[in-house]
């Protein structure tokens, strides 16, 4: 059975390479990124199973980079995540 390929957004590196290290015994982590355009960018070479993004990013923020990875991975299972209360 094939693991599920992640693809992981967050403009703090240390939470992407903690987010790395917890998921991939169990997934299969294939890119990390630090910003919403970079995030479409990747989302769309890589065709990931699973988009894991922070809400608050530079240059686009998560939520405005999945409506626009919408249009074309709609069948992209998207987990949004954020350090604010």
């Known amino acids: 059975m094939r693991r599920l390929r992640v693809l992981l957004a967050d403009d703090y590196s240390r939470m992407l390479t903690l987010l790395q290290l917890v998921l991939e015994p169990t997934y299969q982590v294939v890119g990390t990124v630090e910003d ?44 949004f995540h954020s350090s604010h209360g």
């Open 36 to 79: 919403g355009q970079s995030l479409i960018a990747a989302a769309q070479a890589l065709r990931p199973d699973i988009i894991l993004t922070d809400v608050d990013m530079p240059m686009m923020n998560g939520i405005d980079a999945i409506r626009e990875l919408r249009k074309t991975l709609p069948d992209c299972c998207v987990i």
